[in-house]
Nanobody, 119 residues
Framework: VQLVESGGGLVQAGDSLRLSCAAS????????MGWYRQPPGKQRGLVAH????????NYADSVKGRFTISRDNAKNTMYLQMNSLKSEDTAVYYC?????????????WGQGTQVTVSS
């Protein structure tokens, strides 16, 4: 599975931004996809994830009510709509996919896209 993020950039606090993650390869094997972020000098952490089967979602408390994760299965693309951005949302955002083959879970990462929110 290959993942390519796009949509990052420099915005002002209160603005919106939409990230995209295009998946290719063995996309039929993806069980779940998610967005992670790594702020400067901090560890990478989960932002949101979405299950392939029922489309259920989960969000980090810090983004609930502001961010929305979605997936277009026909396009093999996942999105992260980010509204009411804050300076603390500044980070490199990574796309993640989990697959299962022969009872073994595999994880895949995109290259990351920078989101910078100026206050």
């Amino acid at each position: 599975v290959q993942l390519v993020e796009s949509g990052g950039g420099l915005v002002q606090a209160g603005d919106s931004l939409r990230l995209s993650c295009a998946a290719s390869g063995s996309t039929f094997s993806i069980n779940a996809m998610g967005w992670y972020r790594q702020p400067p000098g901090k560890q990478r952490g989960l932002v949101a994830h979405i299950m392939s089967g029922d489309g259920s979602t989960n969000y980090a408390d810090s983004v609930k009510g502001r961010f929305t994760i979605s997936r277009d299965n026909a396009k093999n693309t996942m999105y992260l709509q980010m509204n009411s951005l804050k300076s603390e949302d500044t980070a490199v955002y990574y796309c993640n996919a989990l697959t299962r083959a022969w009872g073994v879970m595999y994880t895949y990462w995109g290259q990351g896209t920078q989101v910078t929110v100026s206050s």
